[in-house]
């Protein structure tokens, strides 16, 4: 029985998704907008149609995965390796100034507590969770505009790479604060061990996958093993070495940029996204949301986390951006690129609770953080850039 029950959520779920899609393209906005709010529909919050499941989130993970590593294959190694200083910047201000926001609302709300007090820990955890960067719908809304590979998206793509680095470190010793049988040092170690793995594994892969793709140029078992290597790379980053399954998959996608069919390994992964795992993705943060649950106790707290949490990824790397001679427009462009919350978020705040760090009644401004957040940032993204496309050529 449970077996047919995957097939009419998984039926519900794409229906909805494509049809809220192409309405929110109708009425300008981007498609992911509509397959969150499908997602919102048919889950908890109104029609209870679907209800989140281990098998739907696995899903979305796998979405998840597929679109970082198509991002990696679609990136300009050379841009990126340009932009990387600057990239380390903006991901430095993305993580201490949200930190620091955080912690401070969570005070000005609840009290101010000593250093290792229980409380302070807590101030710290709301802080963590506000530096976490979800860049995957920016991402979608970047290729969707057609900007993934501008100046503007590789810098967004390598800040939230790094973001996503430090924000784990930061993680760990907050956690270190409440549990001291956590090492510090070693995570440290092993975030710099992964780098290497990559460096040492990826050139080693490069020239493997180029061999391959010199003797049998273009058919589909090349597409079938980048998806191998996807799924290895992510599956080694988080279970050996602790670093985010997307972060595995998106340095997956950079060491096979540069190969000469690395554009149709990226179309062939396209096509899985937008059939199947793309739609669920989007969908399941609108499913894991429940309004019923919303009360006013939380509510005022709820909107000023929310606000917090934008405004100081917009201005920390909006800043560091300006400092670091982008114009005015593409600096508001990657601070606003930067602000949205996703799966990242929900992780953080998911190990916050098992250790007893967050209460549960704050994954309900989590959640109202990730919704606002990922409905927010492509609506912005796209009227900035078409607002920049028409003053150019009202020019």
Same mark, same amino acid.
């Given at each position: ?15 909805? +998704? ?14 992911? @907008? ?8 048919? /889950? ?27 991002? !990696? ?35 000005? $709300?609840?009290?101010? #507590?000593?250093?290792?007090?229980? /409380? ?6 709301? !802080? ?17 505009? /057609? ?5 503007? !998206? ?13 924000? %784990? %470190? ?23 061990? $992964? ?11 490069? *020239? ?9 140029? *273009? ?14 790379? +992510? ?16 340095? +997956? ?66 800043? @560091? ?5 982008? #114009? ?8 606003? /690129? ?9 992780? @953080? ?36 850039? #078409? ?9």
């Amino acid at each position: 029985m449970e077996t047919y029950t995957i097939f009419r959520n998984l039926a519900i779920i794409i229906i909805f +998704a494509k049809v809220c899609g192409i309405a929110a393209r109708k009425l300008k906005a981007p498609q992911v @907008v509509g397959e969150i709010i499908a997602g919102l529909i048919v /889950g908890p919050s109104i029609l209870h149609l679907v209800e989140p499941t281990t098998f739907l989130a696995q899903m979305a993970e796998i979405g998840v995965v597929l679109l970082m590593f198509s991002a !990696g294959l679609e990136t300009d190694l050379k841009e990126l390796l340009k932009t990387g200083p600057i990239a380390f910047l903006i991901a430095c201000a993305g993580v201490f100034v949200p930190l620091f926001g955080g912690c401070l609302l969570h005070m000005c $709300f609840y009290g101010f #507590n000593p250093i290792g007090d229980p /409380g302070f820990v807590t101030s710290l955890f709301i !802080g963590v969770i506000m530096t976490a960067t979800s860049v995957s719908i920016t991402v979608e809304t970047l290729k969707e505009l /057609g900007y993934l590979k501008s100046r503007v !998206g590789t810098t967004v793509l390598a800040a939230a790479i790094i973001d996503d680095i430090i924000g %784990i %470190i930061v993680l760990t010793f907050v956690i270190g604060m409440r549990t001291p049988d956590s090492s510090m040092g070693r995570v440290v170690l092993k975030t710099l061990l $992964f780098f290497v793995f990559s460096i040492i594994i990826g050139i080693l892969s490069y *020239h493997a996958f180029k061999w391959i793709d010199k003797r049998w140029p *273009h058919t589909r078992r090349i597409p079938i093993a980048g998806l191998a290597y996807c799924f290895a790379f +992510a599956y080694i980053a988080e279970h050996i070495f602790g670093i985010a399954d997307i972060t595995g998959a998106y340095f +997956a996608g950079i060491i096979l940029c540069s190969i000469k069919d690395s554009d149709y390994i990226a179309e062939k992964m396209d096509i899985n996204s937008y059939m199947l795992f793309g739609p669920i993705f989007f969908a399941s943060i609108g499913l894991k949301t429940d309004i019923a649950d919303f009360s006013m106790n939380i509510l005022w707290f709820s909107v000023a986390f929310v606000i917090v949490a934008l405004i100081t990824k917009i201005i920390a790397c909006g800043a @560091v951006a300006k400092i670091c001679r982008f #114009n005015t427009s593409d600096s508001l462009k990657i601070g606003v /690129g930067m602000m949205t919350r996703g799966e990242v978020a929900l992780i @953080v705040s998911q190990k916050g609770l098992s250790v007893g760090i967050l209460k549960p009644v704050f994954f309900t401004s989590v959640i109202l953080l990730i919704i606002v957040s990922s409905i927010a940032t492509p609506i912005v993204l796209k009227f900035l850039f #078409n607002h920049d496309h028409s003053k150019k050529a009202a020019a």
